[in-house]
Each structure stands twice: as structure tokens, then as C-alpha cells.
């Protein structure tokens, strides 16, 4: 079995799980474990479908950083439940998905899967650094458009795209990319700072969509090219210079808010999938007991064992 670096973004996928199984299953104690097992279900079919050697669960150790903030104060502020001052803002979050979170995080370290986060930054970034500086192939697996950013086929980069639900998993190449949205990979992020991201709290320049970003970026290749065409007035309409020209501060702070982090100093453990070792399947029957993860725990233990 050839190599393969499977990086989750564990977030996006444990919501997905929280929201994709009824929060009727719970714990003996009435805890809800909804997302724990539906999570735990995710990596199951990941690892069986696409047959990684190597998996890291990548974590947001800070998914609103305060220097994305201070560039763009909006960036995710849709999202905030309570600002904290001196630290990291805290998340909405169900009250019935927040408990389940360290007990995700413990049935990750009792299988031996890695847990990689970073201070001041967003999974993503952990994403972006692992997929930059592997020496294996790599499967991404997120519901987030961002990371298209990293796809690269000369590196065998990819996206386990997760969008449309566990059932209709796309795979996202640079052809992919390219038929969608009309942009290289290497393109996207500009393309996603041209177009905006109300979901990011990413305002985008004012009368520019998708298809006007698109037809940008193939003329100058790139926001620096496309803002000194607007400065010379050529290769645009008057009225879309207009509309760079008058977004240039926006233009000069958001590609570091959307670029995602190639060089983050991290510490990585090991990362290999092995077979579950007797230690690690007392310490997951525990678990399992207590929390009555019962056959997702099964089945999880069994996709391991087959990576022998």
C-alpha cells in the first residue's frame, strides 16, 4: 500500500457528525455522544474508502486569531459568543456538541490517532503547513471551499470535499477547480478574497462576484496584477478599475486573512495508522463503556486493524 497523509479538519467534520446523528444517542449519565460516534463513523469510512498510512487530526487552537482580526475586524464575528479580552474569542457552539469535545479528543489519543493545533491559529493553518511540507500525497478532508487553495496535482495535494454530505464525497483536483470556478488552485485565494465569503465575515470588493473574479485573474493573474491594471486603467472597464481602486485597503489586508499558513513551526507525533495494540484497546474499552460508543467504537477498531 502506497503512503498517504490523510489531514482532517476536525472541526468541520464533528459538527457535520453532531448535526448528522440524532442527539437522542447519549451516555448512560445522559451526556450526549451524537457526535462522538458520528465522528468516530467518519473516520471509519474515510480510512476504509481511501486507505491512508497517516492521519492527523488537525485542531483549531484558536479558530478566531486576533491578527486576522485586527486586519479585518468582521472575520467570523457572526460566529462570536462571547469576545474575551487578552484571549480567544469564544465560539457558538451547542451546549450539547461543546461537552462532547474532550471526549472526541480522548477516544482520538486511545486510537492513536494525532491531535496537531497551533497557538493563534485555525486548523486550517495547521492544514495548510502539513499538506505544504509533506513528502507523501495528501488527502484533505473538509467542507471548506478555503482550502481549495492548497490543491496541487503535481504534489498529488487533494480535497476529500465534504459538502454534500458523507454519502456524495467529492474529490477536488486542480481539473475540479479550474470547472468550477473558472481559477487555477493556485488562484483561489485571491479569487476568494475578490469574491468575499459572508460566511467568513469577508466583505469581498463591492460588485464583484464569482464570475467577474474569474474573468480577472485569468487577464492579470493575480491581485497584484489585477490592482496595477486598475492603476494604469487598462484591461478593465473604467467601472471595474473603479470598484478595485475603491477597495484597495480591503485588497491590501484580506489575501493575509485568507491565505492559509505554510510555515507554521509544529510539532508533530506520530501519525502512523496502526492496529490497535492491547493497552490501546483497554484504555478504548473504557471509554466505550462509559460512554456508550458501542459499534462506532467496532467498527473504527476494525478499519485499523486492516492498516497491518
Given at each position: 500500500m502506497?503512503d498517504?497523509?490523510m489531514?482532517l479538519?476536525s472541526?468541520?467534520l464533528?459538527?457535520r457528525?453532531?448535526?448528522g446523528?440524532?442527539?437522542?444517542?447519549?451516555a448512560?449519565?445522559?451526556t450526549?455522544?451524537?457526535?462522538?460516534?458520528?465522528?468516530?463513523?467518519i473516520?471509519?469510512?474515510l480510512?476504509?474508502?481511501?486507505r491512508?498510512?497517516h492521519?492527523?487530526?488537525?485542531?483549531?487552537?484558536?479558530?478566531?486569531?486576533?491578527?486576522?482580526v485586527d486586519?479585518i475586524?468582521?472575520?467570523?464575528?457572526?460566529r462570536?459568543?462571547e469576545?474575551v479580552e487578552?484571549?480567544a474569542d469564544?465560539?457558538?457552539?451547542?451546549?450539547?456538541?461543546?461537552v462532547?469535545?474532550?471526549?472526541?479528543?480522548?477516544?482520538?489519543?486511545?486510537?492513536?490517532?494525532?491531535?496537531?493545533?497551533?497557538?493563534?491559529h485555525?486548523?486550517?493553518?495547521v492544514i495548510?503547513?502539513l499538506a505544504t511540507?509533506?513528502?507523501?500525497p495528501?488527502?484533505?478532508?473538509?467542507?471548506?471551499?478555503d482550502?481549495f487553495?492548497?490543491?496541487?496535482?503535481a504534489?498529488d495535494v487533494?480535497?476529500?470535499y465534504?459538502a454534500r454530505?458523507?454519502?456524495?464525497?467529492e474529490?477536488?483536483?486542480?481539473?475540479v477547480?479550474?470547472a468550477?470556478?473558472g481559477v487555477l488552485?493556485?488562484?483561489y485565494?485571491?479569487f476568494?478574497?475578490?469574491?468575499?465569503?459572508?460566511s467568513?465575515?469577508?466583505?469581498?470588493?463591492p460588485?464583484?462576484?464569482?464570475k467577474?473574479a474569474?474573468?480577472l485573474?485569468a487577464?492579470h493573474?493575480d491581485?497584484?496584477?489585477?490592482v496595477?491594471?486598475?492603476e494604469?486603467?487598462?484591461?478593465?472597464?473604467?467601472?471595474?478599475?473603479?470598484?478595485?481602486?475603491?477597495a484597495l485597503?480591503?485588497?491590501?489586508?484580506a489575501?493575509?486573512v485568507v491565505a492559509?499558513?505554510?510555515d507554521?513551526?509544529?510539532?508533530?507525533?506520530h501519525?502512523?495508522l496502526?492496529?490497535l495494540d492491547?493497552?490501546?484497546?483497554?484504555?478504548?474499552?473504557?471509554?466505550?463503556?462509559?460512554?456508550a460508543l458501542?459499534?462506532?467504537?467496532?467498527r473504527i477498531?476494525?478499519?485499523l486493524d486492516?492498516t497491518?
Open positions: 502506497t498517504r497523509l489531514l479538519d472541526a468541520s464533528y459538527f457528525a453532531f448535526y446523528v440524532p442527539d437522542t444517542v447519549r448512560p449519565d445522559g450526549p455522544v451524537n457526535a462522538v460516534r458520528g465522528f468516530l463513523d473516520i471509519t469510512r480510512v476504509t474508502t481511501y491512508p498510512t492521519l492527523v487530526a488537525c485542531w483549531d487552537d484558536d479558530w478566531r486569531p486576533q491578527w486576522r486586519l475586524p468582521s472575520y467570523k464575528a457572526h462570536v459568543a469576545v487578552g484571549g469564544v465560539e457558538v457552539v451547542p451546549d450539547p456538541l461543546e462532547q469535545v474532550p471526549v472526541i479528543r480522548d477516544v482520538l489519543a486511545a486510537v492513536g490517532i494525532a491531535i496537531v493545533g497551533a497557538a493563534e485555525e486548523a486550517d493553518d495548510g503547513t511540507t509533506a513528502t507523501l495528501v488527502d484533505i478532508v473538509t467542507g471548506d471551499r482550502l487553495q492548497l490543491v496541487d496535482d504534489r487533494r480535497v476529500v465534504t454530505g458523507m454519502s456524495r464525497l474529490i477536488v483536483t486542480d481539473e477547480v479550474v468550477k470556478y488552485p493556485s488562484q485565494a485571491d476568494a478574497t475578490l469574491r468575499g465569503d459572508a467568513d465575515g469577508l466583505p469581498g470588493v460588485g464583484i462576484g464569482e467577474s474569474a474573468t485573474l487577464a493573474g491581485l497584484a496584477g489585477i496595477a491594471a486598475a494604469a486603467g487598462r484591461g478593465m472597464s473604467a467601472g471595474v478599475a473603479a470598484k478595485i481602486l475603491a485597503p480591503y485588497l491590501a489586508v489575501p493575509r492559509v499558513a505554510k507554521l513551526a509544529l510539532t508533530t507525533p501519525t502512523r496502526q492496529p492491547a493497552d490501546r484497546r483497554e484504555r478504548l474499552a473504557g471509554l466505550s463503556e462509559r460512554w458501542g459499534t462506532a467504537v467496532e477498531s476494525l478499519a486492516a497491518a
